[in-house]
């Protein structure tokens, strides 16, 4: 069974600290790999994908994949309380196909 | 990004009757759509994976007479929840695959939040 594994949280960091948001797969095979924020009462929305070793930047956040830890996590820089939120990581074997979702880490941005 | 409504966005009705909850990919064709529920303080749990034109599939645990789902064209599919009971109140959400900004990935509506009495 494929597994997507997250600490639930709530992660707790002050406003302008950088927030490390990390998740484990099973899945060996697994291609394509996305971070969704989530607000409370509302639906996720898309952060990030990322399908290659290494980093990946946009703005504030960071994406970062090792495939042979079966590892991805999220930073995010300059930690805004408009950031709290769930953070959801999700696998995929090909991009666009099922997602498998962790149970995601409940952040917290403090002014 | 991708655009996905939903509606209703909320709906409260009596036990028994029967809900249904219509997905459109606004801006794209979405060849396929997933359907998810969500429990309070729970993650995200697929129901079922429809495709335009063809029977949707299931995922295990989840009543297809139940939740019956319809995908009739590239751009709507809808979840309609028979008979229901306060045990299906839950948020309900649809994703749309499809192709932006030249990647192919999933995109969320803005979910249906689903009160049985």
């Known amino acids: 069974q494929k597994e997507v594994e997250q600490n639930s949280g709530p992660l707790s960091v002050p406003e302008g600290a950088i927030a490390s948001l990390n998740c484990t797969y099973s899945d060996r095979g697994s291609q394509s790999f996305f971070w969704y924020r989530q607000y409370s009462g509302k639906s996720p929305e898309l952060i990030m994908s990322i399908y290659s070793n290494g980093d990946k930047e946009d703005g504030r956040f960071t994406a970062q994949l090792n495939k042979a830890s079966q590892y991805v996590s999220l930073l995010i820089r300059d930690s805004q309380p408009s950031d709290s939120a769930t953070y959801l990581c999700a696998v995929s074997s090909n991009a666009g196909n099922m997602l498998t979702f962790g149970g995601g880490t409940r952040l917290m941005v403090k002014p | 990004g991708a655009v996905v409504s939903q509606h209703p966005s909320r709906v409260i009705c009596k036990s028994g009757t029967s809900v249904k909850i219509e997905c459109r990919s606004l801006d794209f064709q979405a060849t396929t759509m997933f359907w998810y529920r969500q429990f309070p303080k729970q993650s995200l749990m697929l129901m079922a994976t429809?495709?335009?034109?063809?029977?949707?599939?299931?995922e295990q645990g989840v009543e297809k007479d139940k939740f019956l789902i319809n995908h009739a064209s590239l751009t709507l599919s809808t979840l309609t929840v028979t008979s229901a009971h306060p045990e299906d109140s839950s948020f309900y959400i649809c994703?749309?695959?499809?192709?932006?900004?030249?990647?192919?990935?999933?995109?969320f509506g803005p979910g249906t939040r689903l009160t049985v009495l």
């Open positions: 429809s495709n335009e034109g063809s029977k949707a599939t299931y």
């Open positions: 994703s749309s695959r499809g192709l932006a900004g030249g990647t192919d990935t999933q995109y």
